[in-house]
């Protein structure tokens, strides 16, 4: 564990060296920088559920709820003539609760994120935009009181040590109707330590762009993964698995401003929350998220 924190700490001073280094040097080669960005260069997407957001689902399928608090936002942008670059953070606290009847929410399980990440923005013609993100970040996660229930742990669940640092590539075509895209991610640290190194992801969202009622934009986005499958008896992945996430709903604001989304969400195939590594889960959720 040690070992992979030190690769990880050593790889995020690197970075944050280059970071400084183009902070001196893009005024002189730059048209325009700003260090009080709007919103980022790469829209965060819709409807992957490992994005950092602030969500708030209730699980229609049983007593729980998803509870996220996190935010992608840019520190910095950069433009070279038409071709713009951004440096920024992520952080993002995924939580899933179970609610009760006296109005208490005890947490079954949460996954923390954080890094750091370089976004780019392309115009290839007056109504499409080639996008890209770079991200370099760790993950861990955790069994808490809702699953400790009078000194046992509950549905044969442990804690275990779940910890991952990564890298990943993400690019898209985006426009005003709509985005496609395709990313990679690379394990380079990973404890359990038997985990196939790769994922990939692949989505499409798709906006009514004009809706008569200006105000509120409806969408619909599709974000598949394919990760690698957890086999608990031999304690080291085999094979790979699809993650399928699902959204539909309306945007108070256009699609990649502030914002607030009311949404229907399905989720289906392998668990993204490390405790429940190698479970397929099938949800399907109702709730709101606030675009930042």
């Given at each position: 564990m040690r070992s992979g924190f030190f690769v990880f700490h050593s790889s995020m001073n690197r970075i944050v060296l280059v970071f400084i280094i183009s902070l001196f040097i893009s005024p002189c080669v730059a048209q325009t920088?700003?260090?009080?960005?709007?919103?980022?260069?790469?829209?965060?997407?819709?409807?992957?559920?490992?994005?950092?957001?602030?969500?708030?689902?209730?699980?229609?399928?049983?007593?729980?709820?998803?509870?996220?608090?996190?935010?992608s936002?840019?520190?910095?942008?950069?433009?070279?003539?038409?071709?713009?670059?951004?440096?920024?953070?992520?952080?993002?606290?995924?939580?899933?609760?179970?609610?009760?009847?006296?109005?208490?929410f005890p947490v079954n399980a949460a996954d923390y994120i954080f890094g750091i990440n370089l976004s780019y923005r392309q115009p290839l013609t007056k109504s499409l935009d080639l996008t890209g993100r770079f991200r370099l970040s760790h993950i861990s996660a955790h069994l808490i009181d809702g699953r400790f229930v009078n000194g046992t742990w509950l549905e044969g669940l442990f804690p275990f040590t779940y910890s991952r640092e990564f890298i990943a590539f993400m690019v898209a075509l985006s426009g005003e109707y709509g985005r496609v895209y395709v990313g990679y991610e690379w394990l380079f640290n990973t404890i359990p330590r038997e985990i196939a190194s790769s994922?990939?992801?692949?989505?499409?969202?798709?906006?009514?762009?004009?809706?008569?009622?200006?105000?509120?934009?409806?969408?619909?986005?599709?974000?598949?993964?394919?990760?690698?499958?957890?086999?608990?008896?031999?304690?080291?992945?085999?094979?790979?698995?699809?993650?399928?996430?699902?959204?539909?709903?309306?945007?108070?604001?256009p699609i990649g401003?502030?914002?607030?989304?009311?949404?229907?969400?399905?989720?289906?195939?392998?668990?993204?929350?490390?405790?429940?590594?190698?479970?397929?889960?099938?949800?399907?959720?109702?709730?709101?998220?606030?675009?930042?």
């Open positions: 920088w700003t260090l009080e960005p709007n919103r980022p260069l790469f829209v965060p997407l819709i409807a992957d559920a490992k994005e950092p957001r602030v969500a708030a689902l209730i699980n229609r399928n049983n007593n729980e709820l998803s509870l996220d608090i996190g935010i936002l840019d520190l910095v942008q950069v433009s070279f003539e038409e071709t713009q670059v951004g440096f920024g953070v992520d952080f993002g606290t995924f939580s899933e609760l179970r609610r009760e009847w006296n109005f208490k994922s990939y992801q692949v989505g499409v969202e798709a906006y009514y762009a004009n809706f008569p009622l200006r105000v509120l934009t409806p969408f619909i986005a599709v974000d598949f993964r394919l990760v690698p499958i957890w086999r608990q008896a031999l304690g080291r992945t085999e094979g790979y698995g699809g993650a399928t996430n699902l959204q539909a709903g309306i945007k108070f604001n401003k502030r914002g607030f989304r009311v949404v229907f969400n399905h989720y289906g195939g392998l668990d993204f929350r490390g405790m429940y590594l190698g479970r397929y889960v099938s949800e399907q959720s109702i709730g709101f998220l606030i675009d930042f």
